[in-house]
T-cell receptor, first 113, second 113 residues
Framework: GAVVSQHPSWVICKSGTSVKIECRSL??????MFWYRQFPKQSLMLMAT?????????EQGVEKDKFLINHASLTLSTLTVTSAHPEDSSFYIC?????????FGSGTQLSVL | KNQVEQSPQSLIILEGKNCTLQ??????????LRWYKQDTGRGPVSLTI?????NTKSNGRYTATLDADTKQSSLHITASQLSDSASYIC????????????FGSGTRLSIRP
């Protein structure tokens, strides 16, 4: 079964609204969680790294006020896309890590109309 | 600078043929190297994980090799099937911190009937 659960698997929203994506580690406590974005036929692009209980570290070019990341517990991290616009439409994936473990969620396809 | 480079960027082969994907890295200190398979619209799924002392590891028709001296890894796919069409991602972890995980940009493999 899935070790990392990501929800929802797809979402359609209107421009200007906010969307929250959840990432849960089911079988282990994830000290670190990662969020990625992937455009069609392109590779995974790391957006940010978050350690439980501390602020996320964002990659260059990723707006922290646009993509809010919360990692309040060892099993849950959330990514909120605020005031979404059509250019934010993408496939978002999380991964959870602890020591030797690294598992990915199944991804969330976001479509902003 | 910690880097992971994969080649080729894309590859097309006929069903039934074998192929080899390459991964070169400069991550130090090295902890482990993983190969993932990502189907379109899905999250990456782990194929193999190799530590410093392991030279080869198999998972069905997938065989990964690791040369820690030259910092090179390969993923060999035997008797390819149409379902092998996917992106294959090489991920290298640093020994010092769980948060130092470097992703390759992936190889897009297409299997033609």
């Amino acid at each position: 079964g899935a070790v990392v659960s990501q929800h929802p698997s797809w979402v359609i929203c209107k421009s200007g609204t906010s969307v929250k994506i959840e990432c849960r580690s089911l079988d282990f406590q994830a000290t670190t969680m990662f969020w990625y974005r992937q455009f069609p036929k392109q590779s995974l692009m790391l957006m940010a790294t978050s350690n439980e209980g501390s602020k996320a570290t964002y990659e260059q070019g990723v707006e922290k006020d646009k993509f809010l990341i919360n990692h309040a517990s060892l099993t849950l991290s959330t990514l909120t896309v605020t005031s979404a616009h059509p250019e934010d439409s993408s496939f978002y994936i999380c991964s959870a890590s602890s020591y030797e473990k690294l598992f990915f969620g199944s991804g969330t396809q976001l479509s902003v109309l | 600078k910690n880097q992971v480079e994969q080649s080729p960027q894309s590859l097309i082969i006929l069903e039934g043929k074998n192929c080899t994907l390459q991964c070169n890295y400069t991550v130090s200190p090295f902890s482990n190297l993983r190969w993932y398979k990502q189907d379109t619209g899905r999250g990456p799924v782990s194929l193999t994980i190799m530590t410093f002392s392991e030279n080869t590891k198999s998972n069905g028709r997938y065989t990964a090799t690791l040369d820690a001296d030259t910092k090179q890894s390969s993923l060999h796919i035997t008797a390819s099937q149409l379902s092998d069409s996917a992106s294959y991602i090489c991920v290298v972890s640093s020994q010092s911190s769980a948060s130092k995980i470097i992703f390759g940009s992936g190889t897009r493999l297409s299997i033609r009937p």
